[in-house]
């Protein structure tokens, strides 16, 4: 902790006194003060000074940065094309593999979706665009991103470091909820399960989070680091999947989608 680092975008490989980090914009919207997650807020850095090219920050909760890891930047409007030369390539091997479905990151409008659908719809192959919801622009667009796309993912690790992680619970809510009402599926995404990363067993409020977001009427729920990274991948799948069960198995359940189509009808 008070370490000093600094973030680059030289194509170069990382140490302990320096990250490198894929953005090739401008760093001129990024100001003196401003805080930096990585990994969905596991590591915190505050940006100290700029140069040409490079961050000097401060580190303010230390951790392990790991390859691939995501930089989330709260409140700062970087400059991205919305597709890429490479988003391009990828999109193009999706389609002649016959992918089913794409999940696009940082979906902020609908406009974002549309593109992508653009590229792909002269081919044949049906593929179904997934918009990630991860950011304020995001929830702010979320009707007319919803009508855009084929299903929606509320991606709540960015999403709990975009914006204040206690408004998570009602904004799934309200995401799932409109989901529903415009008959769109939904995917409930990030740390379902993240004590399975290193434990045979998950927390109390993990299960009950998984059973919560049933009730609330998701779709379908993902396994990310659990499964990726975790030391339990097999039994975190089987944990999921009887907590899924027993939950729809319930009365309980079967009351709340019954007053849930009855409010919306």
């Given at each position: 902790k008070r370490q000093k680092i600094y973030l680059t975008q030289e194509d170069i490989p990382?140490?302990?006194?320096?990250i490198p980090f894929d953005y090739k914009g401008s760093l001129r919207a990024i100001k003196s003060g401003q805080l930096i997650f990585i990994d969905d807020?596991?590591?915190?850095?505050?940006?100290?000074s700029r140069?040409?090219?490079?961050?000097?920050?401060?580190?303010?909760?230390?951790?392990?940065?790991?390859?691939?890891?995501?930089?989330?930047?709260?409140?700062?409007?970087l400059s991205f094309p919305r597709i890429t030369s490479k988003d391009k390539q990828d999109l193009q091997f999706?389609?002649?593999?016959?992918?089913?479905?794409?999940?696009?990151?940082?979906?902020?409008?609908?406009?974002?979706?549309?593109?992508?659908?653009?590229?792909?719809?002269?081919n044949p192959w049906d593929c179904k665009i997934i918009a990630k919801?991860?950011?304020?622009?995001?929830?702010?667009?979320?009707?007319?991103?919803i009508d855009a796309s084929d299903g929606i993912m509320i991606a709540r690790g960015d999403m709990g470091v975009s914006l204040p992680i206690y408004q998570l619970?009602?904004?799934?809510?309200?995401?799932?909820?409109?989901?529903?009402?415009?008959?769109?599926?939904?995917?409930t995404a990030t740390?379902?399960?993240?004590?399975?990363?290193?434990?045979?067993?998950?927390?109390?409020?993990?299960?009950?989070?998984?059973?919560?977001?049933i009730l609330d009427g998701t779709d379908y729920l993902m396994l990310s680091a659990e499964t990726a990274v975790g030391n339990y991948p097999v039994p975190a799948v089987k944990m999921m999947?009887?907590?899924?069960?027993?939950?729809?198995?319930?009365g309980f359940f079967k009351v709340e989608a019954f007053n849930n189509k009855r409010r919306e009808g």
């Amino acid at each position: 902790k008070r370490q000093k680092i600094y973030l680059t975008q030289e194509d170069i490989p990382g140490d302990n006194k320096i990250i490198p980090f894929d953005y090739k914009g401008s760093l001129r919207a990024i100001k003196s003060g401003q805080l930096i997650f990585i990994d969905d807020g596991n590591i915190v850095l505050k940006v100290k000074s700029r140069g040409p090219g490079r961050l000097e920050m401060e580190v303010m909760v230390a951790g392990l940065v790991k390859e691939n890891k995501g930089i989330n930047m709260p409140g700062v409007k970087l400059s991205f094309p919305r597709i890429t030369s490479k988003d391009k390539q990828d999109l193009q091997f999706a389609v002649k593999h016959k992918v089913d479905y794409i999940a696009q990151s940082f979906v902020c409008s609908a406009n974002d979706v549309l593109a992508i659908k653009g590229l792909i719809s002269k081919n044949p192959w049906d593929c179904k665009i997934i918009a990630k919801i991860e950011n304020r622009q995001g929830i702010n667009n979320i009707d007319k991103i919803i009508d855009a796309s084929d299903g929606i993912m509320i991606a709540r690790g960015d999403m709990g470091v975009s914006l204040p992680i206690y408004q998570l619970p009602i904004l799934q809510k309200l995401i799932i909820k409109k989901c529903n009402r415009k008959r769109k599926f939904v995917i409930t995404a990030t740390q379902m399960l993240e004590n399975m990363v290193d434990n045979i067993l998950p927390t109390r409020a993990e299960v009950t989070d998984i059973a919560n977001a049933i009730l609330d009427g998701t779709d379908y729920l993902m396994l990310s680091a659990e499964t990726a990274v975790g030391n339990y991948p097999v039994p975190a799948v089987k944990m999921m999947n009887d907590v899924i069960k027993y939950t729809e198995s319930s009365g309980f359940f079967k009351v709340e989608a019954f007053n849930n189509k009855r409010r919306e009808g």
